[in-house]
C-alpha cells in the first residue's frame, strides 16, 4: 500500500444496518468517485452504537475493502452523525449600537452570534452544526450578509443541530479503533441534502427525510437556511419486525418479504392477489397469503411514522414552509407507496431523493441509500474549498502586512 494521498477525501458512515466508505479525490477541479464499501453493521442497537467492538470491526472492514481498491492509505475521514438523538434549537440574539448607525463589523457579527449560541443547554449536549438562518439589520430580514452594511441594531437567528455527546463520542471512537483519524463530523440529514436537493427548494421551503433502518432524521432548509433538524426514533426495521411479528416469521424472512412484496397503501394492492411464503429451514413448508395482508400491516406503521414527523414539523415552527415539498431518502425511502402516504399525511408533494452523479461514479450508488453518504462526500469537499481559501486569504493579507512594513 502506498503513502496517503494528499488530495483523497474519505467519508464513513456508521448506519444501523449497514456501515458503508466512501472515497473520492480531486481530478481537474471536479470531484470524482475513488471507491466504496459497505460491510453489515455490528454492535448497534436502536440505531446507536451499543458495543463499540463488533462497530469498530465492521468499519475496519469497510475501510480496509476501500483502501485495496484506492490503493494507497487511509487513516482519516468524516463521520455521519445520526441516531434517534439528534434535536434542533432556534435561538436569536442582538446588538444595540445606541442613537447614532454605524457600520457593521466582522467582530459585531461574532458577538451577535457569540450571544445567541449562548442558550443553556442540557447536559451531555454537544452542537453539531451552528447555522446563520439570517441577520435582521433594524428592521430589515433576510441578510446573509451584515459586514459593511449600516444599522443601529443587528439581530441574528441562529439554528442549532444538537446531538448527545456520548453518542459521537462514540462514532469518533469507532472510527479511531479502526484505524481511522476523525477530521470532522455531519449531521447526516443535512448530508443527504447536499447530495439531493436543488437551489430553489432550499428557497421554497423543503424537508429531507433520511429513513434508515433504526430511525430517521430530517432537515428543513427555508429561504436558503436551515430552519430545523430533528429525528425521530422508527426506520425501515420497524416496519420489517411488525411483518415478522405478525405473521410469525423470522425477522430476515420478514425482511425478504418485505423487499419483494412490501407496499403500505392497502388499496393500491389488487384485493385477490396472493403471496408465497417460503420457510428459511431447508424442509419447512411454503404457504400463501393475501398481498394485500402485507399493505395492512404495514399501512398503519407508515401512516405513524409520518404523524411523527408532521409533530416534529409543528414543534419547529416549519409545518406551513414546505413549499418545495418533502425529499424521501435512505434505504427505508423506497418502500412502495410511502410517497402518497407522505403526501396524504403532511399535504405537500413528495418526492425520492437520489444522490447527484460524480464523475466516475458506479450506477448502485444512485440507489437513496447512499444519498447520505454521496453527500458526505460533497460536505467534505465544501469545507475543504472553503478551508483553502480562508487559508490563502490569511497568507494574502499576511504578504500585504509584511509587504507594508518593509
Ligand atoms: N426496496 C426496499 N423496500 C423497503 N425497504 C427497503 C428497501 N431497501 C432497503 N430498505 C430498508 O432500508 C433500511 C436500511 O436503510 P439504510 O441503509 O439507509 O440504513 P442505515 O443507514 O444503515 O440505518 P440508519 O440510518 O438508521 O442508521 C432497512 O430497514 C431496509 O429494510
Ligand atoms: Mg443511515
Not at 449600537?97 to 449562548?118: H, N
Not at 430552519?227 to 420478514?254: E, K, W, Y
Amino acid at each position: 500500500m502506498s503513502q496517503k494521498q494528499e488530495n483523497l477525501i474519505v467519508v464513513l458512515d456508521v448506519g444501523s444496518a449497514f456501515t458503508r466508505v466512501l472515497a473520492g479525490d480531486l481530478n481537474e477541479g471536479a470531484l470524482r468517485y475513488r471507491a466504496h464499501a459497505v460491510v453489515e453493521s455490528a454492535g448497534m442497537r436502536k440505531g446507536l452504537i451499543a458495543e463499540l467492538g463488533p462497530a469498530a470491526r465492521a468499519v475496519k472492514a469497510a475501510s480496509d475493502q476501500a483502501e485495496r481498491q484506492v490503493r494507497v492509505n487511509i487513516d482519516e475521514c468524516l463521520v455521519g452523525v445520526g441516531g434517534p438523538n439528534v434535536i434542533g434549537v432556534n435561538t436569536t440574539a442582538g446588538l444595540n449600537f445606541g442613537t447614532r448607525m454605524r457600520e457593521i463589523s466582522k467582530d459585531d457579527v461574532t458577538i451577535a452570534v457569540e450571544r445567541a449560541r449562548g442558550v443553556s443547554l442540557p447536559p451531555d449536549r454537544e452542537i453539531l452544526h451552528l447555522l446563520t438562518r439570517q441577520f435582521v439589520l433594524d428592521e430589515q430580514p433576510g441578510i446573509h450578509d451584515p459586514v459593511g452594511m449600516v444599522g443601529s441594531r443587528l439581530e441574528v437567528d441562529l439554528h442549532m443541530s444538537t446531538c448527545s455527546g456520548s453518542a459521537q463520542q462514540s462514532v469518533v471512537t469507532c472510527a479511531n479503533r479502526a484505524g481511522l483519524e476523525v477530521t470532522d463530523t455531519v449531521f447526516e440529514a443535512l448530508a443527504a441534502a447536499e447530495a439531493t436537493l436543488t437551489a430553489d427548494e432550499r428557497e421554497l421551503g423543503v424537508c429531507v427525510l433520511d429513513i434508515g433502518a433504526h430511525s430517521t432524521e430530517l432537515v428543513v432548509f427555508f429561504e436558503g437556511a436551515v430552519a430545523h433538524t430533528g429525528s425521530i426514533p422508527f426506520g425501515g426495521q420497524h416496519f420489517t419486525n411488525d411483518l415478522a411479528v405478525v405473521l410469525q416469521m423470522p425477522v430476515a424472512q420478514a425482511e425478504q418479504l418485505k423487499l419483494r412484496y412490501g407496499h403500505c397503501v392497502v388499496t393500491a394492492v389488487p384485493q385477490l392477489d396472493e403471496v408465497e411464503i417460503r420457510s428459511s429451514q431447508p424442509h419447512g413448508e411454503t404457504r400463501m397469503i393475501r398481498h394485500r395482508s402485507v399493505a395492512e400491516i404495514l399501512e398503519p406503521r407508515a401512516r405513524e411514522l409520518f404523524d411523527m414527523v408532521r409533530r416534529s414539523l409543528r414543534d419547529g415552527g416549519v409545518l406551513g414552509a414546505l413549499g418545495a415539498g418533502v425529499v424521501l431518502t435512505g434505504g427505508g425511502a423506497v418502500l412502495p407507496g410511502l410517497l402518497d402516504v407522505t403526501e396524504s399525511i403532511l399535504h405537500v408533494r413528495a418526492r425520492i431523493g437520489q444522490p447527484v452523479q460524480l464523475s466516475r461514479m458506479p450506477p448502485e450508488l444512485t440507489h437513496p441509500a447512499y444519498t447520505t453518504l454521496v453527500g458526505m462526500l460533497l460536505y467534505a469537499h465544501r469545507k475543504r474549498v472553503t478551508r483553502t481559501a480562508e487559508n490563502n486569504s490569511l497568507r494574502a493579507k499576511l504578504r500585504a502586512i509584511f509587504a507594508a512594513s518593509l
